[in-house]
T-cell receptor, first 111, second 114 residues
């Protein structure tokens, strides 16, 4: 089976840096993705790591280490609008690309 | 259309009634997913289509739930004899078949069973 573990909540202040970790157990997957969901909204794609290492997109970066079954999302220069839930996700090789999500991390950014 | 479209956006139904939820994916997207999300919770996988076939139906909670996809496009999720615990937001997403591409979500159908 497959499972992804994330912290349920993280709190940080405006301007700070926060890291949201994701550990996973899966027999095989294509890569690790991150999605953002604001209250009442639909999840939207943030980033994808197909290979080990760091991917940077503006204030957001994402990291993957397949040997450690671990990844993280790094958010820099936090803004109030970054308050949202963040989900890690993998596409499972065993079922031709089924997309599986972690339980999500609720990020609260305080002034 | 420009994005994934779901209808209705809200549905209130009486316990025991059947409901149909519709998802219209982005044109050309062969993969289609259904998820369920309860308030403040994560995305619970229900079913996944590649074209018209469903490689994985393992997430359907009971035999009251079924889904189909026709013409490699529109999908309907049917819940028979609805129960109060079925109340949730039902989200649909679509993506290209390529395993590296992102999934695009619709705005969801908020189902309330009274």
């Amino acid at each position: 089976g497959q499972s992804l573990e994330q912290p349920s909540e993280v709190t940080a202040v405006e301007g700070a840096i926060v890291q949201i970790n994701c550990t996973y157990q899966t027999s095989g997957f294509y890569g690790l993705s991150w999605y953002q969901q604001h209250d009442g909204g639909a999840p939207t794609f943030l980033s994808y790591n197909g290979l080990d290492g760091l991917e940077e997109t503006g204030r957001f970066s994402s990291f993957l280490s397949r040997s450690d079954s671990y990844g993280y999302l790094l958010l820099q220069e936090l803004q109030m609008k970054d308050s949202a839930s963040y989900f890690c996700a993998v596409r499972d090789r065993g079922t031709r690309g089924k997309l599986i999500f972690g339980q999500g991390t609720e990020l609260s950014v305080k002034p | 259309g420009a994005g994934v479209s779901q209808s209705p956006s809200n549905k209130v139904t009486e316990k025991g009634k059947d409901v149909e939820l519709r998802c219209d994916p982005i044109s050309g997207h062969t993969a289609l997913y259904w998820y369920r999300q309860s308030l403040g919770q994560g995305l619970e996988f229900l079913i996944y289509f590649q074209g018209n076939s469903a490689p994985d139906k393992s997430g359907l909670p009971s035999d009251r739930f079924s889904a189909e996809r026709t013409g490699g496009s529109v999908s309907t999720l049917t819940i028979q004899r609805t129960q109060q615990e079925d109340s949730a937001v039902y989200l649909c997403a679509s993506s290209l078949a390529n395993q590296h591409t992102e999934a695009f979500f619709g705005q969801g159908t908020r189902l309330t069973v009274v």
